[in-house]
C-alpha cells in the first residue's frame, strides 16, 4: 500500500542541489565550510559550502589513510540512504575507495543500505577473526532535512567511531582539503567491488535476535513507514520470509522527501519521533495492532500503538528494557543498561527493579559500543529513540543503533505480553511512578557553547532544585567518566542537563521530574535561571 501526503512548501530543486556537490568548492579558512564531525559523522549541505564534493573526497581518504595506519585490510561495508546528496556523495567515495584498490561491498542491487545493516555485516565478518578486518561508511545527514547530506564511519567494532578516530580523521580530511584540490580517482579495476546481499543476510539472522515465531502465531496486523528511507527495500522480504501481516503503508522513494508532513517549526525532518513528521502513520494507528517507522538510515524507531498513539522514547526504551531482561534468559547475568545522561530517570527505576546496573555515558551511541560488543551491555538506548540490544543468546546484535530490530521488538512485546507497549508503559508507571519529561533548545553564540563545555561542579552555584535539596552535579558520566559536555543538576525526585548541541549554536535544556508537571516547571525554571546566569557571566 502506498500513501503519501505532500507537505505545503516549494520542492527541493534536486538537480541545482546536486549541481552545487559539485561545483562549488568550500572554503578551507572557514569554520563553518571545513570538516566537521558531530556525534554521528560529518554534516552539511551543498546549499551551504559544507557538504560537497571536495568534502567526501578528503574524508574518504583520511579514511583510507587511518585503515592503513591502523593494518585494516578487509572488505570495507558501503551503504547510502536515500536522501538527494547521498547518490552523488556515495559514487565519489566508491571512486576513492576503489582507486586505491580496496574491496568495497555494496548492495548487490545497488539499493538502499541502513546504518544497523552496516554494522551487522561488519560484525558478521569479523566474527572470530583477529587480522584482515572489515570495516563500514554510511553515506547519510539521518533524520536532517532534504537538501542536508552526511557520511560517518565504522571501525571494526560496527559502531560509531570514537572521539579519537573522528578526530583524527577531521584533522586529516582538513589538511587535504586546504591543499591542492583532490580530483575523483576512477576504479581502474572494477573487480574491487562486490555486490552484496545485505537484505537477505540481514533478514534471514532477524530470528536470532526476534522472537519472529511469536508474531506470526499471533496473527498482528502490523503497519511500517520507512519515511522514504534506507528500509523500504527490507520490509517485504522478511514478511514474506516469517510468513507476518505487514502493510508498507508508504513506498515512495523521493529524494527530496515532498510527501512528508512538515515536522513542528515548519521544516521537513524524517524524524520517527516526532508526532509531526509521524502524522501520517498516526492517522493509520488504529488500523494496526501495532506500526512503527524509521528515519533514512533506519538507526531510529517511532512506535505507534492503538492505546496510547505515537510513544515518547523514553517510555518505550523503559518498556523494552522491562520486557527483553525479564524474556532473555540466556543474556548474561551481569549484563547492564546502557543508557545516556539525558535519558529517563524512570529506566533507572525499572533497572533496579529488575537488580541490574545501569551504565550512564554521555549523549552519543559510541559510548555503548564496547558493552554491546562484549556483552556487558544487554541493552542501550537514548533519548532520541535510538537503541539495540544483544541477540536472544546473549551475543552481540549490532553496535549501531537499529531502528528495524526496535520497531520488530514492538511486535513481539505485543505478541508475548497481550498488550501494546503503550499498554505496558502504564503498567510500569503504576509500579515506580509517573514522569513527566522535556527539552528546551536555546539559541546561544559560540562564546556561550565553549563556556557551557568548560564547566565545572564548582561552577553551579545551586543547593536547590524546585525546593528540593541537590544531591549530586555532574560533569562527567558516572558509568564510563566521560566529559558530558555541559551539566547535569539531580535531586532525588528530578533533574536538569545542560549541554550545546555539538553541530549548532543552541543549548539543550533536558528536564523531568519524578513527581508531577507542576514540579517539571520548576525545574525548568531552575535551569533556565542558571543558564542565565551563565549567559551574564559570558557577556560580562
Known amino acids: 500500500m502506498t500513501t503519501a501526503t505532500p507537505a505545503s512548501r516549494a520542492p527541493l530543486d534536486i538537480a541545482?542541489?546536486?549541481?552545487?556537490?559539485?561545483?562549488?568548492?568550500?572554503?578551507?579558512?572557514?569554520?563553518?565550510?571545513?570538516?566537521?564531525?558531530?556525534?554521528?559523522?560529518?554534516?552539511?549541505?551543498?546549499?551551504?559550502?559544507?557538504?560537497?564534493?571536495?568534502?567526501?573526497?578528503?574524508?574518504?581518504?583520511?579514511?583510507?589513510?587511518?585503515?592503513?595506519?591502523?593494518?585494516?585490510?578487509?572488505?570495507?561495508?558501503?551503504?547510502?540512504d536515500t536522501h538527494a546528496l547521498s547518490e552523488p556523495a556515495f559514487e565519489t567515495a566508491l571512486s576513492v575507495l576503489c582507486g586505491h584498490d580496496l574491496t568495497v561491498r555494496v548492495d548487490r542491487a545497488r539499493g538502499y543500505t541502513?546504518?544497523?545493516?552496516?554494522?551487522?555485516?561488519?560484525?558478521?565478518?569479523?566474527?572470530?577473526?583477529?587480522?584482515?578486518?572489515?570495516?563500514?561508511?554510511?553515506?547519510?545527514?539521518?533524520?536532517?532535512?532534504?537538501?542536508?547530506?552526511?557520511?560517518?564511519?565504522?571501525?571494526?567494532?560496527?559502531?560509531?567511531?570514537?572521539?579519537?578516530?573522528?578526530?583524527?580523521?577531521?584533522?586529516?580530511?582538513?589538511?587535504?582539503?586546504?591543499?591542492?584540490?583532490?580530483?575523483?580517482?576512477?576504479?581502474?579495476?572494477?573487480?574491487?567491488?562486490?555486490?552484496?546481499?545485505?537484505?537477505?543476510?540481514?533478514?534471514?539472522?532477524?530470528?536470532?535476535?526476534?522472537?519472529?515465531?511469536?508474531?506470526?502465531?499471533?496473527?498482528?496486523?502490523?503497519?511500517?513507514?520507512?519515511?522514504?528511507?534506507?528500509?523500504?527495500?527490507?520490509?517485504?522480504?522478511?514478511?514474506?520470509?516469517?510468513?507476518?501481516?505487514?502493510?508498507?503503508?508508504?513506498?515512495?522513494?523521493?529524494?527530496?522527501?515532498?510527501?512528508?508532513?512538515?515536522?513542528?517549526?515548519?521544516?521537513?525532518?524524517?524524524?520517527?519521533?516526532?508526532?509531526?513528521?509521524?502524522?501520517?502513520?498516526?492517522?493509520?494507528g488504529a488500523q494496526y495492532d501495532i506500526a512503527f517507522g524509521n528515519d533514512p538510515d533506519a538507526d531510529r524507531h517511532g512506535i505507534v500503538t492503538p492505546s496510547g498513539g505515537l510513544m515518547n522514547p523514553n517510555h518505550y526504551l523503559a518498556v523494552a528494557i522491562d520486557y527483553l531482561f525479564r524474556e532473555r534468559r540466556a543474556w548474561p547475568g551481569a549484563a547492564a543498561v546502557g543508557k545516556t545522561v539525558v535519558t529517563s530517570a524512570l529506566i533507572d527505576r525499572v533497572a533496579a527493579g529488575l537488580g541490574r546496573a545501569v551504565y550512564e555515558v554521555p549523549v552519543g551511541f559510541k559510548w555503548f559500543v564496547g558493552g554491546l560488543h562484549d556483552a556487558r551491555l544487554g541493552f542501550a538506548g537514548e533519548e532520541s529513540a535510538g537503541a539495540s540490544f544483544l541477540r536472544r543468546d546473549g551475543t552481540v546484535w549490532t553496535t549501531d543503533k537499529d531502528g528495524l530490530l526496535l520497531g520488530l521488538l514492538a511486535a513481539e512485546i505485543t505478541a508475548v505480553s497481550g498488550q501494546d507497549p503503550a499498554a505496558a508503559y502504564e503498567a510500569l508507571v503504576a509500579r515506580h511512578g509517573r514522569p513527566c519529561y522535556a527539552r528546551l533548545d536555546i539559541a546561544i553564540n559560540a562564546d556561550t557553547r565553549a563556556a557551557l563545555g568548560r564547566l565545572s561542579a564548582d561552577d553551579v552555584g545551586?543547593?536547590?532544585?524546585?525546593?528540593?535539596?541537590?544531591?549530586?552535579?555532574?560533569?562527567?558520566?558516572?558509568?564510563?567518566?566521560?566529559?558530558i559536555g555541559g551539566v547535569k543538576v539531580m535531586s532525588r525526585d528530578g533533574w536538569f542537563a545542560i549541554r550545546p548541541s555539538g553541530t549548532e549554536d543552541i543549548c539543550k535544556i533536558y528536564a523531568e521530574s519524578l513527581r508531577d508537571e507542576a514540579h517539571l516547571a520548576r525545574i525548568q525554571d531552575d535551569a533556565q535561571g542558571f543558564l542565565e546566569s551563565l549567559l551574564a557571566k559570558v557577556v560580562g
Open 16 to 80: 541545482y542541489l546536486i549541481g552545487r556537490y559539485f561545483d562549488v568548492v568550500p572554503d578551507a579558512s572557514d569554520p563553518a565550510q571545513r570538516v566537521a564531525f558531530g556525534t554521528s559523522g560529518h554534516r552539511g549541505s551543498a546549499l551551504r559550502a559544507s557538504f560537497n564534493e571536495a568534502h567526501i573526497l578528503a574524508v574518504t581518504e583520511a579514511i583510507v589513510s587511518y585503515r592503513a595506519a591502523q593494518g585494516i585490510d578487509g572488505p570495507l561495508y558501503l551503504g547510502r
Open 114 to 284: 541502513p546504518t544497523p545493516v552496516i554494522s551487522h555485516a561488519i560484525l558478521d565478518y569479523n566474527r572470530g577473526r583477529t587480522a584482515h578486518l572489515a570495516d563500514g561508511i554510511v553515506i547519510t545527514p539521518s533524520h536532517n532535512p532534504p537538501e542536508d547530506g552526511g557520511i560517518k564511519y565504522n571501525p571494526p567494532h560496527g559502531g560509531p567511531a570514537e572521539s579519537s578516530v573522528t578526530a583524527w580523521i577531521e584533522a586529516e580530511a582538513n589538511r587535504l582539503l586546504a591543499g591542492k584540490p583532490l580530483a575523483p580517482r576512477r576504479a581502474a579495476r572494477a573487480s574491487t567491488v562486490e555486490g552484496w546481499d545485505y537484505v537477505g543476510l540481514y533478514v534471514a539472522d532477524l530470528v536470532n535476535a526476534i522472537d519472529l515465531s511469536a508474531i506470526r502465531a499471533a496473527g498482528l496486523r502490523i503497519g511500517v513507514d520507512p519515511l522514504g528511507g534506507a528500509g523500504v527495500g527490507y520490509w517485504a522480504p522478511l514478511a514474506e520470509r516469517y510468513g507476518l501481516t505487514l502493510d508498507v503503508v508508504n513506498t515512495t522513494v523521493d529524494p527530496g522527501f515532498g510527501f512528508m508532513p512538515p515536522d513542528h517549526d515548519g521544516r521537513i525532518r524524517m524524524d520517527c519521533s516526532s508526532p509531526a513528521a509521524m502524522r501520517n502513520l498516526i492517522a493509520l
Open 462 to 483: 545551586l543547593h536547590v532544585l524546585a525546593g528540593d535539596a541537590i544531591e549530586s552535579v555532574l560533569t562527567h558520566a558516572p558509568g564510563d567518566g566521560h566529559a
